[in-house]
C-alpha cells in the first residue's frame, strides 16, 4: 500500500550504474573524514538536471540543498524540501521515501545526494566504458514493457540486457496515475463486481471508434486476468486488489493499489526489483541509436554512452521505448491541430524507434492517432487520474455548470473542456472522494487544489457564480441518490465506491458531494498518449509493409499501434505494456530456442 510518501529504496529504485549518476566534486576527492567538506552532485528529474550541495563531516549529512533544476515550480517544492529535510535528518542519501506526486524530481533529488555522497568518499561515479558485447535478448527501453520483457526472458533463462537512454527507469509508466484494465478476475469476484472478457472487448472497440486491431484487443483482454496474477505472483509482488471505474468502461474493472494510490509509482520499482532478482541488467544514459540488421533479421544494437559508444549483438531484439508525445515535431506532423498543446509525458518520448525498423520495411500503423487527456494541470503537465472522477468527482465550468458526461471517453470530454469559457475547467469533489483515493494526496501537497470548507466558499474562492455551483451540486446529488443523470446519461456505475479506509475498515457509500472540505482543480486537455506505432502481430513480432514478420525484431507498449485505436482508455495502457512485454519475451525465447 502506498503511503503519504511512496517508500523507495534506493538500492531498489535507482540503479547506480556509472551512466546513472554525475558527480562534480566541489573540494577534495579524498574521503572527508572528519573535516566539514562540501560537495555537489547530480541527478536526472522530471525536466532535466538536478544539481545539489552537500555539507559532510565525519561521514554524515549535516546540510544540503538543490542549487539548481529544471522541475516546474510550485509542482517540485513539495520533492525538494521533502527528500532534502529527510537526507539532513537521516545524515544519508539511502533508503529515502519519493514525496507522492513528484516521484521523478524525488528520484532525481535523491540520485544527486548519493552522487555527492559518493564523491566525499573519493569514489569514481564518472561514465563507464562498455565493451561490445553479446547476449540472448536486448531490449531497448527500460519503462513498463520493457522491464515486464527483461523479467519474464530472464526468468526464463536467457541473458538480457535492458538499455534505457533516460538517466532513470520508469518511461511514462511512472508517471501513471490510475491503474490496469482486466476482467473476470479473482480481485474483481471477491468484490462482487460483475464484469466480463467480451464487455471489456466490446468496450476497448467502442472507446477506439472500432478501427483498432481487433486480433490485439483479444489478446489484451483475453491475458489480462493472467498478468494481473501474474504481477502480484512471488516474481513482481504488486498490490491490485483495489478495483475502480474509469471512463469508456461499462463495469468497474481497473486493478490499482489498496486505497486507489498511483499504479506507477508503485509498480516501477517492483518491476526495477524484480528485473535484479531474475538478472536482467539495465544500463541507464545508454542511448540505442540503431537495430542491427543480418541478412533480414534483428541481430542486436548500436548503442551511444558517456563513455563511448559500443555494439551489442543480440539472438533477438525487443524494443519497447514508448511513444512519441513529448516530441512536438512528430506530433504536428501527424496532428496539425494539436499544435502548442502541453504534454504529459517525460521528455524521452520521442518516437526513436520508428527509423531503426525502416531498412527491415517495418510499417507504421495509425500513427496519426494521438490522444488528449482531459484533466491536466495547465502549464505544468500534472494529470489527475481519472479514478478522480470514478469515485465522485464532477466536472464545472466557469459558469458553475456541468457540460458533459464526466465518465465518457477522453476523446469526447477533452472536446468539451475546450468548448468551455477560457477552455479550462474545475475538477470538484468532497473530502469523501479524496479519502477514498490516495493519489489527492499528492495533488493537495503540491498545491493544485483550492479547498473551501463550504461550496459556497469555494466558488467564491473560484470566481464563480456561488448559487449556481450551489444548485449544480444539489441537482447532481438528486441524481446520485436515484442512480440516473437525465442531463448526461453518466454511467450509473460511477454512484457508488467501495475502499478501505487508513483504519482498514470497508466503507460502501454513494457518492453524494456532501462532506467538506471541498476541492477544487482547474484542468485542461494535454497530449497524453500516442495510440499509433509499430505495427505488430499477436505475437508481438514487428511486421513489415507486405505483413511478413520481421525474424528476431519485437515491439511492446506505447511505440506500437493497433491495440487502442482512434482513443485509448484509461486503464489500458498499463494493461498493453505489461501484457504484450510479457509476449514479446515469450515470443522471443521461442524464436531463440529457450
Not at 4 to 24: D, H, R
Not at 391 to 419: C, H, P, Q, W, Y
Not at 473 to 499: E, L, W
Request: glycine share 12%; net charge neutral.
Amino acid at each position: 500500500m502506498l503511503n503519504k510518501f511512496n517508500k523507495i529504496a534506493c538500492g531498489i529504485f535507482l540503479v547506480v550504474s556509472a551512466a546513472a549518476i554525475i558527480a562534480t566534486i566541489a573540494c577534495s576527492k579524498k574521503p572527508a573524514g572528519s573535516a566539514v567538506q562540501t560537495f555537489t552532485g547530480a541527478g536526472e528529474g522530471r525536466n532535466g538536471k538536478i544539481e545539489v550541495s552537500v555539507t559532510m563531516n565525519n561521514g554524515k549529512i549535516v546540510d544540503a540543498k538543490v542549487v539548481s533544476h529544471e522541475e516546474t515550480p510550485g509542482i517540485s517544492d513539495p520533492a525538494i524540501e521533502g527528500v532534502i529535510e529527510q537526507a539532513k535528518k537521516t545524515g544519508s542519501a539511502d533508503n529515502l521515501d519519493a514525496v507522492s506526486g513528484a516521484t521523478l524530481t524525488s528520484k532525481g533529488i535523491i540520485q544527486a545526494l548519493q552522487a555527492a555522497v559518493a564523491a566525499s568518499n573519493g569514489e569514481s561515479v564518472g561514465a563507464s566504458k562498455y565493451a561490445d558485447t553479446e547476449c540472448d535478448i536486448v531490449i531497448v527501453g527500460a519503462g513498463g514493457a520493457g522491464m515486464v520483457a527483461g523479467i519474464e526472458a530472464a526468468n526464463k533463462g536467457a541473458k538480457v540486457i535492458i538499455l534505457e537512454k533516460m538517466g532513470v527507469v520508469g518511461g511514462n509508466t511512472i508517471s501513471s496515475t490510475g491503474g490496469l484494465n482486466a476482467s473476470y478476475t479473482k480481485e474483481q469476484e471477491k468484490l462482487g463486481i460483475k464484469d466480463s472478457k467480451e464487455v471489456f472487448f466490446n468496450d476497448t472497440m467502442k472507446g477506439g471508434k472500432n478501427i483498432n486491431d481487433p486480433e490485439l484487443v483479444r489478446t489484451m483482454v483475453e491475458n489480462s486476468a493472467d498478468i494481473v496474477e501474474w504481477l502480484q505472483s512471488d516474481i513482481v509482488g504488486a498490490d491490485l486488489s483495489d478495483v475502480g471505474l474509469f471512463g469508456g468502461a461499462t463495469n468497474k474493472r481497473i486493478h490499482r493499489p489498496q486505497g486507489g494510490g498511483a499504479i506507477g509509482a508503485h509498480l516501477v520499482p517492483l518491476l526495477e526489483a524484480a528485473c535484479k532478482k531474475q538478472g536482467a541488467e539495465i544500463r541507464l544514459n545508454n542511448k540505442v541509436t540503431d537495430v542491427i540488421s543480418e541478412n533480414g533479421r534483428a541481430a542486436g544494437v548500436k548503442v551511444s554512452a558517456e563513455g563511448g559508444d559500443y555494439t551489442i549483438k543480440a539472438k533477438a531484439v525487443i524494443i519497447a521505448t514508448g511513444g512519441f508525445g513529448a516530441n512536438s515535431e512528430m506530433v504536428v506532423k501527424y496532428q496539425p491541430g494539436l499544435e502548442g498543446f502541453g504534454t504529459t509525458n517525460h521528455k524521452g518520448a520521442t518516437g526513436d524507434a520508428f527509423a531503426w525498423i525502416e531498412k527491415f520495411n517495418g510499417d507504421l500503423f495509425q500513427i496519426e492517432q494521438i490522444q488528449t487527456h482531459p484533466t491536466v494541470v495547465p502549464n505544468n503537465g500534472t494529470m489527475i487520474t481519472e479514478a478522480v472522477r470514478g469515485n465522485g468527482a464532477i466536472l464545472v465550468n466557469r459558469e458553475g455548470k456541468r457540460f458533459g458526461n464526466e465518465m465518457a471517453t477522453r476523446d469526447v470530454m477533452s472536446a468539451a473542456v475546450l468548448k468551455q469559457t477560457g477552455k479550462t475547467a474545475y475538477l470538484l469533489f468532497d473530502q469523501g472522494v479524496r479519502d477514498s483515493l490516495k493519489a489527492i494526496n499528492g495533488y493537495v501537497k503540491n498545491g493544485l487544489t483550492t479547498e473551501a470548507p463550504t461550496i459556497a466558499e469555494l466558488a467564491e474562492k473560484l470566481n464563480i457564480p456561488a448559487s449556481d455551483l450551489e444548485a449544480t451540486i444539489a441537482q447532481y446529488n438528486g441524481y446520485v441518490k436515484a442512480g440516473k443523470d437525465p442531463d448526461f446519461d453518466r454511467n450509473p456505475n460511477s454512484f457508488t465506491r467501495s475502499y478501505k479506509n487508513a483504519e482498514g475498515k470497508q466503507i460502501d457509500e454513494d457518492c453524494q458531494i456532501v462532506r467538506g472540505p471541498f476541492y477544487a482543480i482547474e484542468i485542461a486537455p494535454a497530449i497524453h498518449h500516442t495510440m499509433g506505432g509499430i505495427k505488430i502481430n499477436t505475437k508481438a513480432e514487428v511486421q513489415t509493409k507486405d505483413g511478413k514478420s520481421v525474424p528476431g525484431l519485437y515491439a511492446a507498449g506505447e511505440v506500437t499501434g493497433g491495440v487502442h485505436g482512434a482513443n485509448r482508455l484509461g486503464g489500458n495502457a498499463v494493461a498493453d505494456i505489461c501484457i504484450f512485454g510479457k509476449i514479446a519475451a515469450d515470443s522471443a525465447l521461442e524464436y531463440i530456442g529457450k
